[in-house]
């Protein structure tokens, strides 16, 4: 792996950078996190992700190790210290090693955080030319129902398993879909349809990961002018949209041309989808 380790502040190699076995996000995945990439060196949205980062923890009760001027400090030195010519940032913060093996959050006190940086690796531009192909998955996700929805905690169990059968399907992405056919949101992606000229994307209330690239997305389109809906959307109204495409920091917005194999609208990137990638990559790049 390349990349730059901080771990509680301090620099280390990606080869040399350790944490203990007993920490509650090895043997929990007791954790919350959130990854951002940079857009000319400089990180984009960081203060949402932090804000969200924030929230996440609060949901599963891990203390905030620093506030939020340390983690922007703390980022913004990092990035300072690489040379990439872009960079992709995760921050993690588990909760710690516990006084002895056990589920108890009490146990432990002391929230660990650790900050990778990493030369960011953008999916290639034929995707974004020609478009991707995702599957449906049924199955619920480990938070689903619990505190946790909605907080971007770090077992991704379930969707590492959607990832295997997209892979499978030769696929590039799993749509997790509900016991009443609701599509909610992608393995790491918000997913959004266009459907007579509306852009429709699933509402926060189904426990979906309120996505940074996805409120800046609703954003742009208000700005176009363009009428949205956030609700469910069914399996069928997938099939039948006239564009689908996926977003999330590190693809923005990758257009969606098949669904299990089915052709969606004439089976190319669509016109609204491009435009709307266009001007984030035009504000992303502006900020
Ligand atoms: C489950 C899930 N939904 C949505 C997203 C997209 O969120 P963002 O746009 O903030 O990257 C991610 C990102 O990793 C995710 O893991």
Known sequence: MTGTV????????????????????????????????????RPFALDEHLSRLERSAERVLIRM???????????????????????LVRIMLTRGRGESLGLDPGLSNTPLRVML??????????????GIGVITYRAPRLADGTAAAGAKVANYLAAVLAIDAARKASAEEALFVDAEQRVLEGSTSNVFAVRGGRLVTPPEELGILPGITRAHVLSLAA???????????????????????ISSSIR???????????????????????????????AARAV
């Open 6 to 41: 901080w771990i509680d502040g301090e620099r280390f190699s990606a080869e040399s950078a350790q944490v203990s076995v007993f920490d509650r996000g090895f043997l929990y995945g007791d954790s919350v996190f959130e990854t951002l990439r940079t857009y000319g060196k």
């Open 117 to 130: 940086v990493m030369p960011l690796v953008a999916p290639a531009a034929h995707k974004y030319a020609e």
């Open 65 to 87: 190790p620093l506030d939020r001027d340390g983690f922007r400090r703390e980022v913004n030195e990092a990035l300072g210290a690489v040379d990439y010519d872009e960079s």
């Open 223 to 245: 700005g176009r002018g363009l009428l949205t809906e956030l609700r469910s959307l069914s399996v069928d109204e997938l099939f039948e949209a006239e564009e689908l495409f």
């Open 252 to 282: 923005e917005l990758l257009p969606v041309v098949s669904v299990d194999g089915r052709r969606i609208g004439d089976g190319r990137p669509g016109k609204t989808t491009l435009a709307l990638l266009s001007d984030f990559r035009v």
